[in-house]
C-alpha cells in the first residue's frame, strides 16, 4: 500500500502564496508520475499539476499555468506544489495522488486526504 499525506494549506489572500507538500511512504516503487487535483465546493474534482517521476517532465492544467509550480525530491519522496498568485477561484481542498500505471491526468489509484487552500479576496 501507499500512503500520501499532503501539508502547506491554509488561507491566504489573494495575490499570495502557498507551498503544498505531499509526502510518500509505503510500497512506492514502479512510480509513474505524482500528480496534484483539486475539488471546489460543488465542483468536481480537477487535474491541476504533475509530475513524471523519473524524467521529472511537468504537466499543468490552464487555469494554473504561469501561476503554479510543481517539482518532486526523489530521495525524500515528495511532492510540492508551489502556488503564487493565487485566486479566490483557488480556493478547494487539494489532493495529492500517485500513479503507478501510466497516463498523467487519469490512473491514479493513491490518494492524500487532501488539505484544504482558501483564498480570500
Known amino acids: 500500500q501507499v500512503q500520501l499525506v499532503e501539508s502547506g494549506g491554509g488561507l491566504v489572500q489573494a495575490g499570495g502564496s502557498l507551498r503544498l507538500s505531499c509526502a510518500a511512504s509505503g510500497s512506492i516503487f514502479s512510480i509513474n508520475a505524482m500528480g496534484w487535483f483539486r475539488q471546489a465546493p460543488g465542483k468536481e474534482r480537477e487535474f491541476v499539476a504533475a509530475i513524471t517521476w523519473n524524467g521529472g517532465r511537468t504537466y499543468y492544467a490552464d487555469s494554473v499555468k504561469g501561476r503554479f509550480t510543481i517539482s518532486r525530491d526523489n530521495a525524500k519522496n515528495t511532492v510540492y506544489l508551489q502556488m503564487n498568485s493565487l485566486k479566490p477561484e483557488d480556493t478547494a481542498v487539494y489532493y495529492c495522488?500517485?500513479?503507478?500505471?501510466?497516463?498523467?491526468?487519469?490512473?491514479?489509484?493513491?490518494w492524500g486526504r487532501g488539505t484544504q487552500v482558501t483564498v480570500s479576496s
Open positions: 495522488a500517485l500513479n503507478k500505471i501510466g497516463g498523467i491526468r487519469i490512473n491514479y489509484d493513491y
